[in-house]
T-cell receptor, first 112, second 113 residues
Framework: DAGVTQSPTHLIKTRGQQVTLRCSPK?????VSWYQQALGQGPQFIFQ???????QRGNFPDRFSGHQFPNYSSELNVNALLLGDSALYLC???????????FGNGTRLTVT | QKEVEQDPGPLSVPEGAIVSLNCTYS??????FMWYRQYSRKGPELLMY????GNKEDGRFTAQVDKSSKYISLFIRDSQPSDSATYLC?????????????FGQGTELSVKP
């Protein structure tokens, strides 16, 4: 049973560029959330997708956007990258809206 | 003040010791609590979750929640070098808050052979 899978594992981008990160949820899960984890910090909630709609959003600017596809997979897009966007981006999935989250191993984004 | 406070450590203990990891939280409008373990270069792995005050045990791990004092603890018995990782506490909202978890900073634990 595959868990949450994310791609790519590492990414290096230049300030001002745009990036797309991808996530496939755990089998049987229909809800996907995205988190940003800076070095030495706990993950911070970006947003959650359920039934292909953004259902909840954390305190992140509009440069951060996402999408969920009919097969429940999801993308995170970040525009106009800043140096401060360098972090580990984690995708998490769950079945429904009230069960524990299961995380992938993340995409490490470095902005130079 | 952060909603979830956690001592970042690092915490170093000898193999076989009992480890106590703690968090405090400041907002009572949250219904469930979780502990995650995160190895270096990996994503958080769910260890324990609980909806109520009291203790929940799973093997060598015990999660304790005291809602009256807003205190969350994780106890690890007979600690092993493989337990060396960062431990994250998190709290989750009621049903309509979905997937938003509030995490502590994480406590780095090292278990020495």
């Amino acid at each position: 049973d595959a868990g949450v899978t994310q791609s790519p594992t590492h990414l290096i981008k230049t300030r001002g560029q745009q990036v797309t990160l991808r996530c496939s949820p755990k089998s049987g899960h229909d809800t996907v959330s995205w988190y940003q984890q800076a070095l030495g910090q706990g993950p911070q909630f970006i947003f959650q997708y359920y039934e292909e709609e953004e259902r909840q959003r954390g305190n992140f600017p509009d440069r951060f956007s996402g999408h969920q596809f009919p097969n429940y997979s999801s993308e995170l897009n970040v525009n106009a990258l800043l140096l401060g966007d360098s972090a580990l981006y984690l995708c998490a999935s769950r079945q429904g809206r009230d069960s524990p989250l299961h995380f992938g191993n993340g995409t490490r984004l470095t902005v130079t | 003040q952060k909603e979830v406070e956690q001592d970042p450590g690092p915490l170093s203990v000898p193999e076989g010791a009992i480890v106590s990891l703690n968090c405090t939280y400041s907002n009572s409008a949250f219904q469930y609590f979780m502990w995650y373990r995160q190895y270096s270069r990996k994503g958080p792995e769910l260890l324990m979750y609980t909806y109520s005050s009291g203790n929940k045990e799973d093997g060598r791990f015990t999660a304790q929640v005291d809602k009256s004092s807003k205190y969350i603890s994780l106890f690890i018995r007979d600690s092993q070098p493989s337990d060396s990782a960062t431990y994250l506490c998190a709290k989750g909202g009621p049903y309509n808050q979905g997937g938003k978890l509030i995490f502590g900073q994480g406590t780095e634990l090292s278990v020495k052979p």
